[in-house]
């Protein structure tokens, strides 16, 4: 059973908001992480005296000693979500539990303390009524947020802190890839985890070892980038920051297994279970590069995306490696099962449909 907590936040205004213009412009067309809200959730932890000292408050640069843990050991996670404005006017988040269960997974996983889930939505909900006025409403626009907790103990030995920081902050975003298609390089030298490895944490080593991929794939002239698996450099992983799903021609959708390499993406899941209701045959199968080569080739394999909470939903026109090009449809424009599940999913999110799954939150 999860753990919870009657902990309750202090909520401590900022003295110097966003004027009401400037907010505005800034979130007209917000770049994404670029721009910020004016207030952040925060809560410590100590080790015998738990969570506690809840509040939010006005947004600013954090104080470390250059001893602090997490500086040195990497001893972190976060999470990525939304809020959406409805149709009806409030604002939303999209299964906001699945999130909090992750980040708890991400923490046992570091050795880190475990925020009660009943706290970490608790932090978002929050931050997002403080700032609600920060949440856009074009189409393809939102709120980005990003729950994250860092070793905050001062010391220099290597072991799991006893002292931690939980902090929620926000951002304006609009859509993470343009309307198009995007290009992506298949990395043949390097892996973004191994069997036994952090790749099912979301932890901020897993990103930082895919930097210098995602480079070599810009060298390249392509958006993204993807990895294969460590062992046999041959079945499909997961890109940079994105799970990965490929149409057949059998009206198959299919996406590489969980088995403790890749992240369990929460839009990942959402998919596939909108894609079987919607008549779509689903499988969680090893997907082996060559074959997909072969596939994309003869027309067996037709569509292809990249799916998660920033992009959401992003089109794949080609995969590109030293070998060859995988070229799905034209390779220009997104394709119609693509687009159905981006537009059944976002929706959802934003309240034009039933949500029949109880995903969408209510905020405010």
């Not at 403080?130 to 905050?152: H, N």
Request: hydrophobic fraction near 40%; charged fraction near 25%; glycine fraction near 10%.
């Amino acid at each position: 059973m999860a753990p919870v907590t009657d902990l309750s936040f202090a909520i401590e205004p900022t003295t110097n908001p966003t004027p009401a213009d400037h907010r505005a412009d800034l979130i007209a067309k917000p770049v994404f992480g670029r721009v910020f809200t004016d207030h952040m959730a925060i809560v410590k932890y100590k080790e015998g005296k738990g969570w506690h000292d809840a509040k939010v408050t006005a947004r600013k640069p954090l104080t470390l000693d250059p001893a602090t843990a997490v500086l040195h050991y990497a001893q972190e996670i976060f999470e990525g979500m939304k809020a959406y404005c409805t149709e009806n006017g409030g604002v939303a988040s999209f299964r906001p539990e699945a999130n909090a269960r992750r980040f708890r997974a991400s923490a046992e996983r570091m050795a880190m303390a475990e925020v009660p889930e009943d706290l970490f939505i608790k932090a978002v909900d929050s931050l997002v009524a403080i700032d609600r006025d920060w949440v856009p409403s074009g189409e393809g626009q939102s709120l980005y947020i990003r729950p994250f907790m860092i070793a905050s103990e001062v010391f220099l030995g290597v072991k799991p802190s006893s002292e931690y920081l939980f902090i929620v902050i926000a951002s304006p975003v609009g859509a993470y890839f343009g309307s198009g298609c995007v290009s992506v390089w298949v990395s043949d030298d390097y892996s973004r985890a191994a069997p036994g490895g952090t790749g099912a944490a979301k932890c901020g080593g897993n990103y930082a070892a895919s930097l210098v991929a995602q480079r070599e794939s810009k060298h390249h002239g392509c958006d993204q980038v993807l990895f294969l698996d460590s062992r046999e450099q041959r079945f499909i992983e997961e890109m940079g920051g994105m799970n990965v799903m490929f149409l057949r021609d059998d009206n198959t959708l299919v996406t590489p297994p969980l088995t403790g390499t890749i992240l369990p993406g929460i839009t990942r899941d959402a998919i596939l279970q909108l894609a079987k209701e919607r008549g779509l045959r689903v499988e969680e199968t090893p997907i082996d590069i060559n074959e997909l080569f072969e596939g994309a080739a003869n027309g067996r394999y037709r569509e292809a995306f990249a799916c998660g909470t920033a992009a959401v939903i992003s089109p794949i026109g080609s995969l590109k490696r030293a070998e060859g090009e995988a070229v799905f449809g034209d390779g220009k424009t997104p394709g119609e099962v693509t687009l159905m599940l981006k537009k059944t999913l976002t929706d959802i999110q934003t309240g034009r449909s039933n949500d029949e799954h109880g995903w969408v939150h209510r905020i405010v």
